[in-house]
C-alpha cells in the first residue's frame, strides 16, 4: 500500500500560483521548478503532479492522484454532476479561489425573450457536456458547436448563432458585442479526492492537511483585537466585537478605572466597528491578523 500522496494542480494557468500558495500556507513547499511532471515536498511523502487542468479529474477518478485542485466547470465537464455526489470523485473543500461562471450569451443585436432564445441555434463552447445537460434539462433543442479556445469570435465569424462560456468580469463579452443572458454554473476551485478509501498513509496525510486548510480558512477574515476600555463599557464593547467568543479582560496597571480588552473577532472587522468600539469608551485599539487557529 502507497504511503506517497500525489496532488495534481494546474501546471501553468490561471489556479497555478494560488495552488502553490494554499499548499505552501499548510507547510508543504516544492522546488521551484515546474519543468517536471512530478515535484517531491520537502520533508513530507507528497509529490505534486504538474499537469493541465483538463487532466486532472480523470488523474483523481484512477487514482493517479489522491489530491487533485481544479475548477468547478473542468470537474463537472469531465465527470459530470459531481457536485450532486453522481461520481466517483468527491469534492472535499470549496478554496474561494478561481471564480467564474459559465454562461450562455448573445450577440447584443439578438433580443433575448427567455431561454427558448436558443432554441435551434448554434451554440460554440469548450463545455458540450455542461452545455447538453443544461439544454436537455430545460427542454432546448440546439445544436452544440464544440470549440476549443476564442469562444467569444464565433458568433462573428459566423461559426456560431450564440456562445457558451467562462465569464469572469464580463468585459470579453462586452468588447465582443456579446450579452450574457443566463448563468449555467458558478465555479470556483475545488479539492477533490477519490471517493473510495485510500491506504492507511494516504488517509492519515489527507486527513492532517484538511485539518490545517480549516486552521487557514478559519483564521482568513479573524483579526486579535485589543483595546483599553472604561469597566463600565465592557459587556457594551464584547457585544460589539463581531464574532467574538469569550473576552479576556485584564487589569491596567496604574488605572483602577479600566481594563485592557483582548478578544479573537471570527468575523471581518469593519471600521464602522471600530467607531462604535470608540463610541463606547475604548481606546488605543489595536487589530492584528491571525494566521492560524487552530480548535
Ligand atoms: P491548461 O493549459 O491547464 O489547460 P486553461 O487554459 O484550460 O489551462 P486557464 O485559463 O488557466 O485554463 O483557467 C483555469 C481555470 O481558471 C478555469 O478552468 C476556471 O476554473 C478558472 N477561471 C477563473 N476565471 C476565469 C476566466 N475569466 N476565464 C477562464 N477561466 C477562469
Ligand atoms: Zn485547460
Request: charged share 25%.
Amino acid at each position: 500500500m502507497s504511503k506517497q500522496l500525489r496532488i495534481a494542480i494546474q501546471k501553468s494557468g490561471r489556479l497555478s500560483d494560488k495552488c502553490r500558495d494554499l499548499l505552501a500556507q499548510a507547510g508543504i513547499t516544492f522546488e521551484a521548478r515546474t519543468d517536471r511532471l512530478i515535484v517531491r515536498a520537502k520533508e513530507q511523502p507528497i509529490d505534486l503532479m504538474l499537469v493541465r487542468d483538463d487532466d486532472i479529474p480523470g488523474f483523481v477518478s484512477n487514482q493517479v492522484s489522491q489530491l487533485g485542485i481544479c475548477g468547478l466547470n473542468v470537474l463537472e465537464e469531465k465527470l459530470g454532476r459531481v457536485s450532486q455526489g453522481e461520481s466517483d470523485v468527491q469534492i472535499i473543500r470549496s478554496l474561494g479561489f478561481g471564480h467564474c461562471r459559465l454562461s450562455l450569451a448573445l450577440p447584443k443585436t439578438v433580443s433575448y425573450e427567455g431561454l427558448s432564445t436558443y432554441s435551434g441555434k448554434r451554440i460554440a463552447t469548450s463545455y458540450p457536456n455542461i452545455l447538453k445537460r443544461f439544454l436537455d434539462d430545460n427542454g432546448i433543442k440546439a445544436s452544440v458547436v464544440q470549440i476549443t479556445g476564442s469562444v467569444e469570435v464565433a458568433p462573428s465569424i459566423d461559426v456560431a448563432d450564440a456562445i457558451c462560456d467562462l465569464v469572469s468580469t464580463g468585459a470579453t463579452l462586452e468588447s465582443n458585442g456579446l450579452r450574457e443572458t443566463t448563468v449555467l454554473l458558478e465555479s470556483e476551485a475545488v479539492l477533490v479526492r477519490p471517493r473510495l478509501q485510500l491506504s492507511h498513509d494516504q488517509e492519515q496525510l489527507i486527513a492532517r492537511l484538511m485539518a490545517r486548510f480549516d486552521g487557514l480558512g478559519r483564521a482568513k477574515n479573524a483579526k486579535y483585537i485589543m483595546m483599553n476600555a472604561p469597566k463600565e463599557a465592557i459587556y457594551r464593547i464584547s457585544q460589539l466585537i463581531p464574532g467574538m467568543e469569550k473576552p479576556t479582560v485584564m487589569p491596567l496597571m496604574y488605572d483602577d478605572n479600566k481594563v485592557a480588552i483582548h478578544a479573537v473577532a471570527k468575523e471581518y472587522v469593519f471600521w464602522e466597528t471600530i467607531e462604535k468600539l470608540k463610541e463606547a469608551g475604548a481606546s488605543s485599539i489595536l487589530v492584528l491578523p491571525i494566521e492560524k487557529i487552530i480548535e
